[in-house]
């Protein structure tokens, strides 16, 4: 079922995104990259509802397919959750070890980073 679905959603994925750059902008004609009239094309009116229509329905549907995606790979997830995680008894940091200056004064050295 996982498989399915997300060749669905792949699917999907590439017609959307091929309707919206067929899409026509401001001043532009679709035939005009096919070296025709979109009139006729897809009829009198153009392709603005024709694929006004398909981006809606893919859009949709893509939406459809990323929500089953997330359904299911809730059980199957591969990285453990910070909650999932038990815990570890660490080592208390060891004490900074104070150095002498050229005034003569110390200063304590910050701790190290324990290694995990």
Do not use: W
């Amino acid at each position: 079922m996982y498989i399915v679905v997300v060749i669905l959603h792949l699917l999907v994925c590439f017609i959307l995104m091929g309707v919206v750059l067929l899409q026509a902008g401001k001043g532009a004609e679709v035939g005009a990259t096919f070296g025709g009239s979109s009139q006729t094309v897809f009829g009198s009116r153009g392709a603005a509802p024709f694929l006004s229509k398909l981006t809606i329905g893919a859009a949709a549907f893509y939406m459809i397919t990323s929500l089953t995606l997330s359904i299911l790979t809730k059980g199957n997830s591969v990285i453990p959750l910070v909650t999932d995680k038990k815990e570890t008894q660490s080592k208390p940091a060891p004490k900074p070890v104070a150095t002498s200056t050229s005034a003569g004064t110390t200063t304590p050295m910050p701790a190290p980073m324990p290694l995990k």
